[in-house]
């Protein structure tokens, strides 16, 4: 059935490479997310545009859709500084380094996803680790991309765990949400006044504008929701 679950990417926001919009909208456009549903999950998942699964009463409908356009992903790397040196298929524009769980499921679809940004210039080495390892390096920021699942995500207010730069962790609060170390003061501002609002109605405007603009600055790659 449906799952209100997120498989997503994560940026490190603080990495010098990633920290750049320009960069991480042309990793999404290089992803070609419904071939991966297709051949790994045997169709048995939903494109994701944001945190929120389509059947979700908070979803904004129109937000956040992007197909994959090599063409384009090219054209923002270029503008970003990342030129291609060779052209196709000789040495890269960059080199990532991409970090998931040793689970034999979840790193075959990294190496799918690597192989797929590797078409347009960018190398991706995927580093496998034991979970804790690997759930111990997410927190503390060292990694520039991993793949993860949020847990069921029912109220819209979990955008303020994950998105809020409150929620950043350090030493004092390891566990907190937003381990892609993003920070806006705009989204800030529109989480803090979701959780203070009673009306539906103008809950529903608030975290249509937040999906509108996470789907701008792109922090994550939200590729599908599971069945």
């Known amino acids: 059935s449906p799952s209100n679950v997120l498989t997503y990417m994560m ?11 320009r960069v991480r909208r042309a990793l999404a456009l290089a992803l070609d997310r419904p071939a991966v549903i297709r051949t790994k999950l045997a169709g048995r998942a939903v494109l994701a ?18 197909e994959r356009d090599l063409v384009a992903a090219g054209a923002l790397l270029d503008h970003a500084g990342y030129p291609d040196p060779d052209g196709p298929g000789g040495r890269p524009r960059l080199r990532l380094s991409y970090k998931t769980s040793a689970d034999q499921f979840r790193l075959a679809i990294a190496r799918v996803l690597a192989a797929q940004l590797g078409q347009v210039g960018v190398e991706v080495e995927v580093r496998p680790f034991e979970f804790n390892t690997f759930f111990t390096d997410i927190k503390k920021g060292n990694y520039q991309i991993a793949t993860m699942q949020t847990a069921e995500v029912v109220e819209p207010d979990t955008y303020f765990a994950y998105f809020h730069s409150s929620r950043i962790p350090d030493k004092a609060n390891p566990d907190v949400g937003n381990r892609w170390r993003y920070r806006s003061a705009d989204i800030d501002a529109l989480l803090d006044a979701g959780r203070h609002e ?21 922090p994550i790659i939200p590729p599908w929701h599971e069945d």
């Open 198 to 218: 009673l009306d539906r109605g103008k809950r529903l405007a608030i975290y249509g504008e937040v999906q509108r603009r996470l789907a701008d600055d792109l």
């Open 49 to 66: 545009t944001g945190l929120l699964p389509p059947f979700h009463w908070a979803y904004a409908a129109g937000v956040g859709e992007f």
């Open 11 to 21: 940026f490190n926001n603080d990495d010098p490479v990633l920290r750049d919009v």
